[in-house]
Structures are given as structure tokens and as C-alpha cells.
């Protein structure tokens, strides 16, 4: 059966739009709730304070986990893509190794390819499909069907 990631905003499931900002990922197994892990992508802008200034830490996920994140830099784009911060990305994303399915809202292009180097299917939700992670990962069975 398959491992799905849900990026969410705490221990509510509720969805968080931005993959690479939400402070959690929810994870499913057999289309049950397992566990939430932190989103170390997130957690290392939190610890920054500017975006790759401090070179991504790789620790556990403090000061996430309150659902809004302040940034000194501008987001009103994308970020550049690059080969380095496609690097980031999927160093931020070694906690998801064994995930076999993301399930998005949106997504960046260096944080969709990240999850393509590790292997991750990634699949676009829409808003009607849900708001909590659990509806997300019942439509995805539905529509498996």
C-alpha cells in the first residue's frame, strides 16, 4: 500500500496550500493518518530568517508548528529556480524518503523537482476536494477507482 504526504498546517490536518511552506507534512499509510512530520524546508526559512542566507539547517522541525511564518524577503513570486536550490529542496525532504505520493495544492518548480528526485509521485488537488488531509487522501483513492 501506498505512503502519502499531505502538507498541512499542524495536528488540525488542516491543508496548506504552499507545499514548501507548510510547517507539516501529514502522513497515510493504507489511507490512514500515521504520523505528522515537520517540514524541515520550512523550519530552515523559520531558522534563516532570509531565504538559503544560512545555508538550510538539517535538524528537527522547532519553531514551526504555529501556522504563519514572517520572511525579510519577498514571496510574491516564485523562487528562482536553480540547480542549487533544487539541491536544497531535497536535502530539506530526506524525512519524506519513504513516501510514495504527495498530494499538492500548489507547488514551487524547485520544490516539484526535489520530490521527483526522491522518487515521489506528485498529484494536483484542488480546493473542492477538501480542506483537511484526510479528505485529500480519500478523493485520491476515489479517484484511483
Partial sequence: MKKIAVAVTGKNL?????????PWFAIFEEGQFVALRPNKHAASHDRDGEHHGGGHGHGGGQGVGHGHH????DHSGMEEYSAEEVEL??????NLSDVDVILVR?????????????GIEIVKMRKKDGEKAGELVEKYFSDKK
Avoid: S, T
Avoid at 514572517?70 to 524577503?73: E, F, G, L, Q, S
Avoid at 529542496?89 to 530526506?94: E, M, P, V
Fill in 14 to 22: 488542516e491543508i496548506f496550500v504552499r507545499v514548501g511552506r507548510a
Fill in 106 to 118: 500548489a507547488i514551487g518548480p524547485n520544490m516539484k523537482e526535489a520530490l521527483e528526485l526522491h
Fill in 89 to 94: 529542496h531535497r536535502k530539506d525532504l530526506d
Fill in 70 to 73: 514572517h520572511h525579510d524577503h
